[in-house]
């Protein structure tokens, strides 16, 4: 019942509606004329048969859909009829014009047929489809006929009981009928995911064939190997008594030329002691020389770091802790002037080159409105360096906006890492 409300409440009430104005519009145009009992009773039988038709579900499937909204539409019609005709003293089927009203109805019924129909057997597959998923079926082996659900047979019993336990949970669904095999769409969809799966089937032995091909290739180039390797220690064994005639010849050579050594040393020694001697007679003359003055360059200079060197601590700093902003914003926060300092600190040591500063966003919002943020942030860092002195270092500030992310924009830890400040050396 809920779901006829929720599907056809707006149908039901215009059935209501022309119910309601038929008695108004019979006694306004003089279609009174009364009838005899005898046709009330024939349009009750005639209503009794779709109803019976339906209780019994002898129609089924899109026709069964059409069936009860047209039932649903007369009983709307019908009752429209006693609430117009309590004003007017006119029931149903006792006045002409109710022939009129019922016409109307038929077109109702029409309407519907053209404008909502179409959407309920979609609506509900999509609701059916989650429940089987859920269940674990195969979503792509059942169709919708109205509000039939339609299994093939060739589900195995015991899942086939389940599913349709499910399905009947399903709001909107009337009955799930068994059919040898599905037909149109259903069907096309059926065998294109068989012929999916034996594709795959088949890919997968061509894959055992070629690993088992690969596996027989190993083993002989294992076997190869170790034949190679039986000739390479009997080589082997023949180089090592080579060596070892080679080494004794070497000793013999190397005994000789450690006594040539030692007579050389002893030369050496007496020149060198010769030569101190004379070393410390010019030490005695200069001890009266005033010390030369150091040049400002030797004293209290911090020694230049490589650009390589230079390049690696920046980075370093960086990594460690990042240079942050207020939110949409170029102004740098309190915390990150620490990260300042210490980036003047490595920059003072830096040589004479250029640094590029650059600056990234992530990829929210627009494009321009990025890039724009993006040179800010740089400028109001070579800005703030440059106000605390960096040496030699010419700093030049360029934007990339989200050009060249480093992690993905889909989450909000790639979307922070790809908000950043970077050095490069030139």
């Not at 019979?26 to 779709?50: C, H, I, N, Q």
């Not at 006045?95 to 077109?107: C, D």
């Not at 993006?374 to 700093?395: F, M």
Request: contains cysteine; aromatic residues 4%; charged residues 25%.
């Amino acid at each position: 019942m809920s779901y006829f409300l929720m599907q056809y409440w707006g149908w039901l009430a215009a059935a209501v509606a022309a119910g309601v104005a038929t008695p108004l519009l019979a006694a306004r145009f003089g279609w009174t004329a009364d009838l005899e009992d005898y046709w009330l009773k024939r349009v009750g039988l005639v209503a009794a048969v779709p109803v019976l038709l339906l209780v019994m579900q002898v129609v089924t499937g899109k026709g069964g859909l059409l069936l009860e909204v047209a039932v649903a539409l007369l009983v709307a019609y019908v009752v429209g009829g006693v609430i117009g005709g309590v004003s007017t003293k006119l029931m149903p089927v006792r006045y002409e014009g109710w022939w009129v009203g019922l016409f109307a109805t038929g077109v109702i019924w029409i309407g519907f047929a053209i404008i909502a129909y179409p959407k309920i057997e979609p609506d509900l597959r999509e609701r059916v489809v989650a429940v089987v998923e859920k269940a674990g079926g195969d979503p792509i082996n059942l169709d919708i006929a109205g509000r039939d659900v339609l299994l093939p047979t060739d589900i195995e019993q015991a899942k086939r009981a389940e599913l349709v336990t499910e399905i009947l949970l399903v709001e909107g669904v009337r009955r799930v009928t068994e059919v040898e095999d599905l037909t149109g769409p259903a069907q096309s969809a059926k065998t294109i995911a068989k012929l999916n799966a034996e594709a795959a089937a088949k890919n997968a032995a061509e894959a055992a064939a070629k690993e088992a091909a690969a596996k027989a290739a190993e083993e002989a180039a294992a076997k190869e190997a170790k034949a190679a390797s039986k000739k390479a220690k009997a080589a082997a064994e023949a180089a090592a008594h080579e060596a070892a005639v080679k080494e004794a010849a070497a000793k013999e050579a190397a005994t000789k030329e450690a006594a040539a050594k030692e007579a050389a040393a002893k030369e050496a020694a007496a020149k060198e002691a010769a030569a101190k001697e004379a070393a410390a007679k010019d030490a005695a003359k200069d001890v009266a020389k005033p010390a030369p003055a150091q040049t400002a360059d030797a004293v209290g200079a911090v020694p230049a770091a490589t650009a390589a060197t230079c390049q690696s601590k920046l980075t370093a700093v960086v990594a460690a802790e990042k240079i942050n902003f207020e939110r949409g914003s170029a102004e740098i926060t309190k915390p990150s002037l620490l990260v300042i300092d210490k980036l003047t600190t490595v920059l003072t040591q830096c040589p004479a080159v250029a640094i590029e500063v650059a600056g990234h966003t992530d990829a929210g919002g627009k494009k321009a409105a990025n890039q724009a943020l993006s040179q800010r942030r740089a400028e109001a860092v070579v800005d703030t360096l440059s106000k605390k002195g960096v040496g030699a270092v010419k700093l030049t500030a360029v934007g990339y906006g989200s050009s060249k992310p480093i992690a993905s924009n889909d989450n909000a830890e790639g979307r922070n890492q790809n908000r950043r400040i970077e050095f490069v050396v030139k």
